[in-house]
C-alpha cells in the first residue's frame, strides 16, 4: 500500500507541475508564422495551442513535425528551433520538480510511518 500512496502522490505532483506556460514563450513563433500558408499556419497554431495548455510532449511533436518542411523560411525555422529548447527545457523542469516533490512525500510518509 506505500508504493500505492507514493505512486499516487507523484501523479498528483506531476499534474499540479503543470500549472503554467512561464517559462515558454511563443511569440517569436507567432509572429513568424503569421502569413504563413494555412497548413503551416495550421500546424504551428495546433503547437501553441498545446503551449498553453502546458502539453509539452504535444508540443514537441507538433513542432519536430513542423521543424522537418522543407517550406519554412528561415525565420520561421529558427523560431520553431528556439521554442523546441524552450519546451525541453520546461519538460525538464517539470521533471525536476516532480521527481524532488516525490522525494518529499516519500520523506513525509516515512517520517509518518515512524510516529
Do not use: H, P, R
Not at 27 to 55: G, P, R, Y
Not at 69 to 84: I, P, R
Not at 86 to 93: D, I, L, M, P
Amino acid at each position: 500500500w506505500i508504493l500505492t500512496a507514493v505512486m499516487a502522490s507523484v501523479l498528483v505532483l506531476v499534474g499540479c507541475s503543470k500549472s503554467g506556460t512561464g517559462t515558454v514563450d511563443a511569440s517569436q513563433i507567432e509572429k513568424s508564422f503569421a502569413s504563413a500558408d494555412s497548413t503551416l499556419k495550421a500546424s504551428a497554431d495546433k503547437a501553441i495551442s498545446a503551449i498553453k495548455n502546458a502539453d509539452y510532449q504535444g508540443a514537441l511533436a507538433e513542432l519536430q513535425k513542423l521543424a522537418t518542411n522543407v517550406n519554412l523560411n528561415e525565420e520561421q525555422k529558427k523560431a520553431v528551433s528556439d521554442l523546441v529548447a524552450q519546451v525541453q527545457k520546461a519538460v525538464t523542469e517539470t521533471a525536476t520538480k516532480a521527481v524532488e516533490g516525490a522525494g518529499k512525500a516519500v520523506g513525509d510518509m516515512q517520517k509518518s510511518l515512524t510516529k
